[in-house]
């Protein structure tokens, strides 16, 4: 399990359902004290090795927040990065990988097939509605459907394939940061009532990007607001988590992490 990354588009405004309902409680077993997170700078230069090490701390976030590892899925991002770098995490126990854009998703998917591996991947950039047809074939999940315009052309594109459903998250730009992509967070009802009515699209939950910072603990608040809005619909699934800040996301709720850097070393220049 693993995740990283994301992109830049238009939203457009659609009617919202306002729904309120009782937050629900937090996990438990819920640390008193502020703890603070950076990202896991390890000396440790195999991928096999910084996997165990996400992999312990995971288990680890997990144990404080109460709950079980087996609820959170690491998505391993493996941007930039080549086909044998997933092969490795692949031989290493990771079984599902994210991928950012659909250019270096297509053929890094064929050349780790061409090597007898199978992984699970999930898109996680932003999906211009041009590049559908691009990265359908390929993936298991899309984590970024951030307009009704892009949910139309998957449920269209997917009905014609005679697919049964995409699992799909809504990515919620909760910071209205403009360098971030993401439905705004008052039209994200809107966007989440019709992905749940389209017959091929699997709503599994939300997605966000969390503003960078170097503590972590201050994102608390924003990944609790994340559970509380997914709730309210009716919805478990939350990509929430990266590198720097995934032990937090987990304790308030994450079911998967998209972890790139701290797996896979920096990126590479591409």
């Known amino acids: 399990m693993v995740r990283d990354g994301n992109d830049n588009t238009m939203h457009e405004r659609h009617l919202l359902c306002n729904v309120t309902t009782t937050p629900p409680p937090p996990p438990t077993g819920r640390p008193a004290a502020r703890m603070r997170y950076s990202a896991p700078m390890t000396t440790t230069t195999s991928v096999v090795e910084r996997l165990a090490a996400v992999q312990a701390r995971i288990a680890e976030a997990c144990a404080r927040a109460g709950r079980d590892p087996a609820e959170v899925t690491l998505v391993a991002v493996s941007k930039t990065h080549h086909a044998e ?31 007898s591996l199978q992984p699970r991947w999930h898109f996680i950039g932003h999906l211009q509605r041009n590049k559908v047809r691009e990265v359908l074939p390929h993936i298991v999940s899309l ?10 052309d998957l449920e269209r594109r997917l009905a014609a394939r005679g697919d049964a459903t995409l699992e799909c998250y809504v990515e919620v730009n909760f910071a209205d940061e403009a360098s971030k992509t993401g439905v705004p967070l008052d039209e994200a009802p809107g966007l989440i009532t019709f992905a749940l009515e389209q017959p091929h699209l699997r709503l599994a939950g939300l997605m966000t990007v969390a503003p960078e910072t170097h503590d972590a603990e201050s994102l ?40 790139g850097t701290a797996i896979f070393g920096p990126r590479r220049t591409v």
């Open 85 to 115: 770098a997933v092969a490795e995490a692949i031989r290493a126990g990771a079984t599902d990988f994210g991928e950012n854009w659909a250019q270096e998703l297509a053929p890094k998917a064929e050349a780790v097939a061409a090597l």
């Open 143 to 152: 984590h970024s459907l951030d307009s009704l315009r892009l949910a139309e």
């Open 220 to 259: 608390r608040p924003l990944f609790r607001r994340m559970r509380e809005l997914a709730h309210t619909h009716g919805l478990t699934g939350l990509s929430m988590g990266m590198s720097g800040d995934y032990n937090v996301a987990i304790e308030e709720g994450s079911t998967l992490v998209r972890v």
